[in-house]
């Protein structure tokens, strides 16, 4: 519960411009590990297997570690939720031009074309996957959106529809 609440008002910090970052110099790849090892249980516990594809050289960012790593354990946190047992999670992150971009891929039931709309709003569930979200409210989408937009960059999500699978 506790969770849940500080997840609301660091949405409500955002949305009204409060939110402070505390950048620091990290690792990549310290930062991926960290929003892995919050998820383990709930990968272990559905027995999913997840795939790592990190760049080869060690990188450092300039990035609030505990909110980046947040949005991250958030976007797995759905993979995990939104996928049968036994499924595929993939993470990948690779450098582009200027960035850097993360990726994170299921094989779960994926979502219409009509649910993308709402789906980085508060409070918003996909209705074919409410029986899914596990005690979860809709906020996480809504959070990572905000605290990627902080750091600079965007988020989107892809599928082939019902059934598909997504791309975060």
Known sequence: ?????????????????????????????SLVMAAVETVRPLLDAKQHTLSIELPDDSMTLKVDPLRLSQSLSNLLTNAVKYTDPGGQ????????????????KDNGIGFDAQSFAE????????????????????IGLALVKGLVA?????????????GGAVNS
């Open 1 to 29: 519960m506790a969770l849940l609440l500080d997840d609301l008002l660091d949405v409500s910090r955002i949305t009204r411009g409060r939110l402070d970052l505390k950048f620091e110099t990290v690792e990549l790849k």
């Open 89 to 104: 999670i993939s993470l990948k992150v690779r450098l582009l031009q200027g960035g850097l971009s993360i990726s994170v």
């Open 119 to 138: 789906m980085f709003t508060m409070f918003a569930q996909v209705k074919s996957s409410i029986d899914r979200a596990e005690g979860g409210l809709g």
């Open 150 to 162: 902080l750091h600079g960059g965007s988020v989107e999500a892809v599928s082939a529809g019902l």
